[in-house]
């Protein structure tokens, strides 16, 4: 029960997008579209921002997006906004029956 | 409106024991699975167990079988996890959340996740 990869920390400038991996094996990640990802402002509880890969919750921004290729799924984040500074984490379940989330991923607005 | 709330946190010294309860309001509780997932301080999100709508599935991160044992009441609403063996990487805020819900064909899915109840072996 590995956790996904993510990168620590990923940064851009207002406006700019930005995109987040989230490396997984056969087992987890590529087996399924069952792939989320989170977001968490310090001290918050963690709001769901994408799942089934692309799709987004009511009330979350188009400026979110989600993708999947093979064992990789990614996060892009168009229009960067100083509100977006947050911790990422994607999520899936897995073949076995349970779920996995990544390390999480920083993100900075410079 | 959906409420989840967790309580049953603690301070604990490690070997001993605690009850997590996650009491559901404005949910069909009995519809939905539900899980526990957990943050050590500073640390990220870990998935911890899930139980199905009754007790037939159930599922758990290796580092807690055979310690941690998730269960629910469908008549009190209320989800718990009955950890023993606490160690002190246990230490942790317990979210407990619920499965993805998909309200009707078509239309967009949510979860709701509680505060959390915070853990603390030492």
Known sequence: ?110 | QVQLVESGGGVVQPGGSLRLSCATSGLNFKKYGMHWVRQAPGKGLQWVALIGIDEKRKNYVDSVKGRFSISRDNSRNTLYLQMNWLRSEDTALYYCATELIRPVEGTKAFDVWGQGTMVSVS
């Open chain 1, 1 to 110: 029960q590995s956790g996904l990869t993510q990168p620590a920390s990923v940064s851009g400038s207002p406006g700019q997008s930005i995109t987040i991996s989230c490396t997984g094996t056969s087992s987890d990640v590529g087996a399924y579209i069952y792939v989320s990802w989170y977001q968490q402002h310090p001290g918050k509880v963690p709001k769901l921002i994408v799942y089934d890969v692309s799709n987004r919750p009511s009330g979350v921004s188009n400026r979110f997006s989600g993708s999947k290729s093979g064992n990789t799924a990614s996060l892009t984040i168009s229009g960067l906004r100083a509100e977006d500074e947050a911790d990422y984490y994607c999520y899936s379940y897995t073949t076995s029956d349970t779920l996995v989330f990544g390390g999480g991923t920083r993100v900075t607005v410079l």
